[in-house]
């Protein structure tokens, strides 16, 4: 409970009534100031002077206008029980005065301290020791402690008062409690009494209203604003009472004060005049100038004000601003940066352009050499916006090796935002090269490849020559200009330059612009991969991928997409899977809306399912990348979907529709055209196709207009269309070489071993056909290849059904776990079976009720055809011809 406050009337004892000088004192320097009308009570803090004041001193420091004299006033005048209280208001006209003993011992004596007569102020600023023993001993034999506030005390100048006072303070056995209000700290050793826990301080920070107090001072002022106009305004004021009282008078009459916060600045005429008066008036010359030039700054050390203001004092002067609440404070938690209030700023600012508009520009300049010269290229490129000057801000953009960031993050990056407000100047190299960069962001081929082609131009006729810098900027963004322009060649020129400048690059650059190494990699992978060289892309996509790890996740993303897809051609499925998931996942982390999501991914992750005969997981992964509903440019996205979607369909055995799908994977009219690799692997899968439907010449034909008929891939196609047509000689010639030999593609490799198989079984050459057969399960286990084994089975189940290691190996393909006893069919014979589908079984036991189809289509709810899909996948599953044969074996296989 708070003691009560006891301010006495005036005392009929005598007490001093002028100073030494001859001079009266001032009645009105002993008042506590009135309570204005809009006086918001503050509990939070009158009770930390409440507590304070048990205590020897209590400090209240803030900037003019913070409302520390009325903090400490509204408190004295409360009126509960505490101690007397001495009041002396100290003005700037008592800096040099020495009449401050003169109005301490009165206000001492009227707040009713018992102090001799014939103790008298000393003649001068100075008090003798005699003078401050008397006086220290007259408060220490005080009945109650005394409370001394001192208004204004940062308006003494010098220290010696400061130490004759604490002297005093020191020798009253605790009978003298301070009270010192200023704008900055007084020359007391505060540290001592900090360290011992007997000093209370409220600062700006704390005298910083709440928006409980602005909302109860604006409703004061009959103001009632929304909850979000008033945190605007409080953000804007900093909570600085002052700034809201005078924005609270700015808006009361506007009508619209709801929709003027947002406009309402430091430059408003009573705000201005306030400052101009409270803040700037009393600085010095220099100081008045260096705040005005500084105001150009948002959060600045005193390095960067010292090469602003070209002064060499420069951190002395923040120093003493900030000690001062000058309005300039420390930007963060310490004390290396420092920043204006807002209000404050805005002023200086606008004072700045009325006297000094000339000068602007050039301080931004001198702002943008240090930023530049400490590799901050961002603070840099909007200072020499800021100024004007579009030729610097590129050129910093440029030689900070900066230019691969527009070409990544265009102007959603801050310095494309900058760099968009004062388009770059394109009669210089650096100028033209970073306008084709922010041309390239939003892949306008055309102006940048114009902008590019001036660059050159540029380049040649300077004299001095160009720097390295200037050189890699252009060719790495001729290097992404040829792969939108699908230029095969050109990217790969440009990047095999590009990377011979990247190995010469600074460390210090190397490391911070990792986007360019990224930007090369990647269009240099993917150029190997459109031109067909899968391996040596692989390889690039990889270092891409690694590189931009944790940066550039875009990038990141499209480079395991490619990658992703290029394993899963190449039959790493495990290793394809796990890339993909990688995509997925870091796209789950940065909530990519479905439109950017990385359809690349879902493609590989559809096609690892089909090659392991997940038809359902394939055809979830074919939905999400649908390009019918999102639609890239690139032809790899569409030639992807349409062959996995086909061979979907043909293990559906919709073959008709998997060969109509072939025809969709052309790209989007301007887009890129899909890499060799993956065009190659459409026209095998037609042939292938046609095969099945019994057409082996014209798979023939198609395969002989092959760039390379003769390659490993469309040998052993060929070799199954000459089986199919019954040349099994030539077929058997053609294959023998293919399967197992080194160096030939694990997917070649199964499919020619299969192929073998089923020439060995149609030549009656049964040992040689399990033989055959069995290289090609183990050679599809370790990656769980189902679909081309699938593909053949058909022919081959019958082989499978006499060798017992054969279906064991089959078994252990399809993932099913192993058996105490084999399942047998009422022959007797081993059955090996693919796991069926949850649709599938749903079908099966309809099956078994001996239902219709058109009753099992409508106990499930889909068409008919539906139904007949899932009767021939379940009789391929389980190796039978009729459907009462399926349900026979599925009985004796336990599965219903």
Known sequence: MTAELVIPAPLSTPVESRATGGDPLLQSKFAMPEPPSFLVARPRLTERLARGVREPVTLVVGPAGAGKTQLVAAWAADGKPGYPIAWVTLEEEDRQSDTMWAYLLGALRRAGVEISASLTAPPGATAERSFLVRLAAAL????????????????????????????????TGRMLRLVLVGRWDPPLPLHRYRLAGRLEEIRSEDLAFTAEEATELLALHRLPLSRGATASLLQHTEGWAAGLRLFAMALKDSGDAES???????????????????????????????????????????????????????????????????FVQPAGDGLSAYRCHRLFAELLQAQLSREAPDLIPELHRRAASWFAGTGQAIEAVAHAVAAGDGAMAAAIVVEDFAVGRLLVEGRRGRIGEHLSIASPDVDSPEGAVAAAALALSV????????????????????TTGYTPALALAHLVTGVVLARLRDDIAGVLHAASAAEDLLSQMPAIHADRHRELRVLVLG??????????????????????????????????????????????HRGRLRHAEKLADQATELADRLGLDPANRPVGAELALAWVAMERYDIDTAGRHLRAADPR??????????AAFALIRSRRLQARGELRSALTALGDAAPAPGGLAAPAWLTRQLTLTRARLLIIMGRPDEAIEILAGLA?????????????????????DQAHEIVQPLAGAAGVAAPVSLEAWLVLATVAARRGELDDARAALRQALRAATPESQRRAVQQVWADLRRVLRDDDELAALYRQLQGAPAIDRPALNSGGAIVVFEQLSKREMEVLEGMAAMLPTEEIAATLYVSVNTVKTHVRSILRKLSASRRNEAVRRARALGLI
């Open 629 to 638: 509903r999102i639609p890239p440019a690139d032809g790899m996205i569409h």
């Open 523 to 568: 269009a240099k992978g993917d150029a190997q991969s459109r031109l067909g060289a899968v391996d040596a892309a692989a390889v690039t996509l990889t270092e891409a991928a690694n590189a931009a790890t944790g940066t550039f996740d875009q990038v990141h993303i499209g480079a395991l997409s490619h990658l992703a897809l290029i394993e899963a």
């Open 708 to 728: 390379d008929p003769g390659a490993d891939d469309a040998a052993v196609v060929t070799a199954a269309a000459l089986t199919a047509g019954g040349d099994t």
């Open 443 to 462: 892949r306008d081929v055309d102006t940048a490849a114009a902008h590019l082609d001036r660059a050159e131009e540029l380049m040649i006729s300077r």
């Open 140 to 171: 220490a034999e005080q009945p109650a402690p005394v409370v001394l506030v001192l208004d204004g005390v940062s308006n003494l100048a010098g220290q010696q008062w400061a130490t004759d006072l604490e002297f005093v303070l020191r020798h």
């Open 260 to 326: 003027l916060v947002a406009t309402i600045t430091g430059n408003e005429a009573t705000i201005a005049e306030y400052f101009v008066d409270e803040v700037l008036r009393i600085q010095p010359p220099h100081v008045r100038t260096f705040l005005l030039e500084t105001s150009i700054l948002d959060t600045f050390t005193p390095e960067l004000a010292g090469a602003v203001t070209q002064r060499s004092d420069a951190q002395w002067l923040l120093a003493a601003l900030c000690r001062q609440n000058a």
